[in-house]
């Protein structure tokens, strides 16, 4: 007897058009080092794809904030300033290509604050950046992306530059 694997003829699988995917709301976690410019212009090009608003979101751990309050300069008296700053500037570039865009800035645990902004915003896309090496990110608990991924509401995109 021959044993024969029959399969049926199907319909090859469709991928949704740009207009059948519902996203209106991208969120962008952004870290703040050299990287984030380049996660944040990716994530606004893909935004504008769907007529999508951009909101950069940056979490400052608690250790950050110690680190910056215990700076001898008094611009830094308050440990949001640094931060604060850096992503007003890291707005206006990206208003620059893509005026929809707006940002905020929170202290906690990155992943943990990232995925409760996707919450309270009804984000439909969350896109973060990934810049350590998978071994390094696992052995110093650097590895933000994978924590928001297994955490989010929505779907994630990780950015990974090419450099």
Request: hydrophobic share 40%; net charge positive.
């Amino acid at each position: 007897m021959n044993n024969l694997l029959v399969e049926e003829a199907r319909e090859p699988r469709t991928i949704p058009s740009g207009s059948d995917l519902n996203i209106k709301k991208v969120l962008v976690a952004v870290d703040l080092s050299p990287n984030s410019e380049q996660t944040a212009v990716y994530a606004a090009e893909f935004a504008a794809r769907f007529g999508a608003s951009v909101t950069l979101v940056h979490v400052c751990s608690p250790k950050e904030t110690r680190e910056v309050t215990g700076s001898k300069d008094s611009r830094f008296d308050d440990p949001m300033i640094a931060p604060e700053k850096k992503l007003e500037n890291l707005v206006r570039k990206v208003r620059r290509t893509y005026p929809t865009c707006s940002a905020y800035l929170y202290v906690g645990d990155p992943a943990d604050r990232i995925v409760m902004a996707a919450e309270i915003l009804r984000a439909d896309l969350i896109v973060t950046g990934s810049r350590y090496a998978k071994s390094l990110a696992g052995l110093f608990g650097l590895d933000q992306p994978s924590r928001i991924v297994h955490r989010a509401p929505c779907p994630v995109l990780v950015y990974r530059d090419s450099n």
